[in-house]
């Protein structure tokens, strides 16, 4: 394993400003979320929430064809399922103005990573009251996640960080930037990115120096990106790393194998120079991260790096 030595350019600002978001959102989600779950269902797979928004309008949970009532029951009470009904009652949330109303959510489908569900996959009836048009409701769920951007100088030249992995969604291997999934509800967004690269790559950050790019956007966004809001809740929080190597770790690296097999995770490390790494992935995650890197650095929201 690689360690690299502790190096300043940590942003007080992005910090202090993402502590004030999370904040600010459980003040939010406690207000709002009182979702209370019928006892008096008539079968096991079903049942009934009422939601503080639209008291006078339950709002049926159903399963789908399949689903077994285990998985029914594990479903309505993750914290996804949850989350989702928060986000909907939140101050920015679809429900919020009243225009709009949740009417009943079919659970289609549960895929459990050891004793916690990773996916969710459910249809929500969502109606605009002026029309009575249902919006687009097909969710796939699978809640917060993280990537680095790491950034490596040796000899006068900055160079990324990437992995190659297949992607069976795609069909396609993807050059991407270290990323993962949270394993909790605790919202370490900081503590899983340096666990996901110390696990894909085999190096191990100093948790001081992670740079939070997504803190440096605006409150009104959350500060998180959503890559896919039309079908998919995922949020993800970019974040930033930047050292000096000697030319032989960029060596090692390239190419490296990596990753925690016994996940199925089959990981090749790629070192390509910074200034083409635009070109270079498809990657919405690399491509967000260099946005919101080269507009902080722009706007001098970054601390220099020193040598």
Known sequence: MIRFLR???????????????????????????????????????THTISLPCQLGQPVEVLAAPGLSDTEFRTAIDSSLFKQWLKNLQSKSGILANGDMTLTQVLIQGVDMFGKRIG??????????????????????????????????????????????QARVPTGRVVLELPAGMLDDDKGDFVGTAVREVEEEIGIHLNLEDVIDLTAFLDLSTECK?????????????????RG????????????????LQERGELIKVHVVPYEKLWRTTADA????????????????????QKS
């Not at 995650?285 to 220099?304: F, Q």
Request: one cysteine or more.
């Open 225 to 241: 990106v959503f890559p896919s809001p039309g079908g998919c809740d995922e949020e993800i929080g970019l974040f930033l790393y």
């Open 119 to 164: 996916f969710l996959k459910f249809k929500a009836d969502v109606i605009h009251k002026m029309t009575g048009k249902k919006v687009p409701g097909i969710v796939f769920a699978r809640g917060p996640a993280v990537a680095v951007l790491i950034l490596l100088q040796s000899e006068g030249e900055t160079y990324a960080v990437l992995t190659e």
């Open 285 to 304: 995650k690399a491509l967000m991260a260099i946005a919101i890197y080269e507009m902080a650095k722009r706007e001098g929201l970054l601390s220099p």
């Open 7 to 45: 190096i300043s350019g940590i942003s007080a600002l992005a910090l202090s400003k993402r502590l004030a978001v999370s904040s600010s959102l459980r003040r939010t989600t406690t207000g709002t979320w009182c979702c209370k779950m019928s006892t008096a269902s008539s079968t096991s797979s």
């Open 244 to 259: 000096h190597v000697d030319k032989k770790i960029i060596t090692q690296l390239q190419g490296k194998e990596a990753g």
